[in-house]
């Protein structure tokens, strides 16, 4: 009988253990700097950041572009297939992050100055701990960095701004992957714009953006049906 009981205990315990395994497999499937599948670096700042463009597997490669406050690329990229824009006879205006009581016109105050989860392209196509950076983040991007212009990143053939890390040494690429308006390709190889996730609060069909080239790397706003890349950022 005790002999019977210890045997069940022993089968308990091996099924316990080995359930235990399973489930620390489960909550170490990505690698270290990785998650969801995704890799991302450390460079010292309040956020981690992606190494690759949402729909790229490296950092060399373009990824899908993207109007703000759209999820998926297209073929054209204009006011007139804008998620987000109303076209009537005798007026254009933005239907969401805008003044809801503005009738007609760009509009001028927006009700959420940052994208709605829905809205985030990093967060519909890379899961929910991913999202697009924030105005404040992309300034803190610019300003924590050294940033050179790459004209052959590491043998690629690939343009682009590596900015390295003021805090740690770390580094990231940005590929001048240009931007799309119409069915257009315009300034790929010589350009690099990458969407934030933030508003610009006085003209409705705008929003910001990192703006970059071989002489200059800052940020602006612009309209918003404007397809541009979107890296990524997580939460530390």
């Known amino acids: ?39 991302y670096v450390d460079l010292g700042l309040s956020v981690k950041w992606a190494t690759c463009n949402v729909g ?73 701990t991913w999202r697009m950076p924030t105005w404040e983040e992309l300034r803190e991007l610019l300003d924590g960095c050294d940033w ?3 004209t052959d990143y590491m043998g690629t053939g690939v343009a682009g701004r590596m900015g390295i890390s003021k805090i740690n040494g770390n580094s990231i690429f940005f590929p001048a992957a240009g931007y799309r308006e119409d069915s257009d390709f315009a300034y790929v190889g010589e350009y690099g714009g990458y969407w934030s996730s933030t508003h610009y609060s006085v003209l409705a069909n705008t929003a910001y953006y990192l703006l970059f080239n071989d002489d200059y790397i800052y940020w602006r706003n612009y309209n918003r049906y404007v397809g541009r890349s979107v890296r990524a950022v997580v939460a530390k």
Not at 77 to 96: A, F, L, N, P
């Open 56 to 128: 790229a597997s490296t950092p060399t490669e373009y990824g899908d572009y993207f109007a703000w406050g759209e999820t998926e690329p297209k073929d054209d990229y204009s006011w007139e297939t804008y998620k987000w824009c109303k076209i009537g006879t005798d007026y254009v205006s933005m239907s969401k992050y805008t003044d809801p009581y503005k009738e007609w016109g760009w509009g001028w105050l927006v009700a959420n100055a940052e994208l709605l989860s829905t809205d985030d392209a990093a967060t519909v196509n890379w899961g929910e």
């Open 1 to 39: 009988m005790l002999k019977g009981f210890k045997k069940v205990l022993f089968m308990l315990f091996l099924l316990l253990t080995c359930w235990g395994v399973c489930l620390g497999a489960d909550r170490t499937s990505d690698k270290p700097n990785q998650l969801n599948g995704h890799e």
């Open 148 to 150: 050179v212009w790459q």
